[in-house]
């Protein structure tokens, strides 16, 4: 389920401190379900994902992501030098004390993304390129009857003009395509680890 943006702005999110200049892109509900201290199961399932490319399940879902990734390598969009580091300082130089000592979350490989930290009910990593700066942000939410639900946020700084253009003209694929089914997927994903969540 789509969400709107003060459904992330409005809790007490430690992100909130090094994000300032972002935008909240967009806000989702994850099918989840669970108790106070399943935060660190989702993240382990989403870094796998992102490990693994976040092609999604569906056809359509993943020959978005091959067009994009394949757009990227003809155009530059996703070289070395556009990343987190190079065209842009990670958000973890602006991370306080207590978060920078902390657990950084998992290592998420050669993929795009790193993490930034990982606390009990929040999780954050981020990514760099010529489009944009983003952040992708995981809570851990109350459901309102006893137990807690994953809530995804993308935040973004968009590269000038170019980057604003870029994000207008996926927003189409990212609601009708992409986000969807990688939702269902990471719900399906979610019911399947129930066996082995609970012999924990």
């Not at 309102?144 to 253009?165: E, I, T, W």
């Amino acid at each position: 389920m789509r969400l709107l943006r003060t459904a992330h702005s409005e809790l007490p999110w430690r992100i909130h401190e090094l994000t300032r200049d972002f935008t909240v892109e967009d806000v989702w509900a994850l099918p989840t379900p669970g108790g106070p201290d399943d935060l660190k199961w989702l993240v382990g399932q989403l870094a796998e994902g992102i490990r693994g490319g976040m092609g999604g399940d569906t056809p359509l879902s993943r020959l978005l992501f091959a067009v994009r990734w394949k757009l990227g390598a003809l155009l530059g969009w996703d070289k070395s030098d556009a990343g987190v580091g190079s065209r842009v300082p990670s958000l973890r130089d602006r991370l306080p004390a207590d978060l920078l000592e902390g657990l950084r979350g998992p290592d998420l490989g050669a993929n795009k993304f790193s993490s930034l930290y990982q606390r009990q009910d929040e999780w954050a990593a981020e990514m760099a390129n010529r489009t944009v700066h983003a952040v992708l942000h995981i809570g851990w939410v109350p459901d309102g009857s006893g137990g807690y639900h994953g809530q995804m946020a993308v935040l973004v700084k968009p590269n000038g003009r170019f980057g604003g253009l870029y994000m207008a003209a996926i927003k189409p694929f990212r609601y009708l395509g992409v986000y969807p089914a990688l939702i269902r997927g990471i719900g399906r994903e979610w019911q399947a680890s129930r066996p082995e969540r609970s012999s924990h």
